[in-house]
């Protein structure tokens, strides 16, 4: 079986900052490209940022130059720094990789999500 877990989301006051987590667990052999989605309420999820595991990263033109990807492959663990917190920036927060398993890549693995709500 395999995992991804999310944490870190909550309430936080307009321009405040949040540091998500998604790790990946269970019967792989490493985790190759990772990425963070968002679905608003009643909206589409859509892509927010991706890292390689070399660590090239892209961002979504919305949260470029607040946000950070970043992650850690000894832990097989993803991150996302959010600063100045908007309250657009409302939503579910989904974790997504592609996983070398036993018999090769594996792709579009998901997190269960974590609510981040932007809110005074």
């Known amino acids: 079986q395999v995992q991804l877990v999310e944490s870190g989301g909550g309430l936080v006051q307009p321009g405040g900052s949040l540091r998500l987590s998604c790790t990946a667990s269970g019967s792989i052999a490493s985790v190759n490209n990772m990425a963070w989605y968002r679905q608003g309420s009643g909206k589409q999820r859509v892509l927010v940022a991706t890292i390689t595991r070399g660590g090239s990263t892209n961002y979504a033109d919305s949260v470029k130059g607040r946000f950070t990807i970043s992650r850690d492959n000894t832990k097989n663990t993803m991150y996302l720094q959010m600063n100045s917190l908007k309250p657009e920036d409302t939503a579910v927060y989904y974790c997504?990789?592609?996983?070398?398993?036993?018999?090769?890549?594996?792709?579009?693995?998901w997190g269960q999500g974590t609510q981040v709500t932007v809110s005074s």
């Open positions: 997504n990789a592609d996983l070398y398993r036993a018999w090769g890549l594996s792709n579009g693995y």
